[in-house]
């Protein structure tokens, strides 16, 4: 679904978002590593540019906004700082994925994706499972539902 269409549907609370932003963010690693199987390595270098910005943008909107206001509500940084730790890891990853682009080297590209993987699997389940539901109930439904609009309107920049 187009982020325009999807965002403009609404939702109900953060987890929502979120979990359709992973979902999102996911059909566009797949589209990448298509390509990439396919040696259309220009093709995979225009759709991994959008994948990246897509994800740090994800990261900041989670960064910025959802950990700061787990932490006051909750009175927990422990489950943000190591979701922070996890995102630095993901970056080490995609770093490895666009230098592998770059070089048309589908291994390269490859190794980047399994640490990718590695990390980002159980993050986004974390995530999904536990952090956005526990956010979601911090919240009384008007501030969740301020932060749903505010999380949808920077998904569109």
Do not use: C
Not at 54 to 63: A, K, T
Not at 123 to 130: A, G, L, V, Y
Not at 131 to 143: C, F, I, K, M, T
């Amino acid at each position: 679904m187009d982020a325009r269409v999807a965002v403009e549907s609404g939702f109900e609370g953060v987890t929502a978002f979120a979990a359709w932003d992973h979902g999102r963010l996911d059909e566009a690693l797949r589209s990448v590593s298509a390509a990439v199987r396919a040696g259309h390595f220009a093709d995979a270098a225009v759709r991994y540019e959008e994948f990246e910005v897509g994800l740090l943008r994800h990261f900041s909107l989670e960064e910025e906004l959802l950990f700061p206001v787990f932490e006051a509500r909750s009175g927990m940084n422990g489950p943000t700082a190591v979701m922070r730790d996890e995102h630095r890891h993901v970056m080490t990853a995609l770093d490895i994925m666009r230098r592998g682009l770059l070089r048309t080297d589908a291994a390269a590209y490859g190794t980047g994706l399994r640490f990718l993987e590695s990390v980002l699997l159980d993050h986004n389940s974390k995530e999904e499972h536990i952090l956005y539901p526990a956010l979601d109930s911090l919240l009384r439904p008007s501030e969740r539902a301020l932060l749903v609009a505010r999380l949808q309107q920077e998904s569109v920049r």
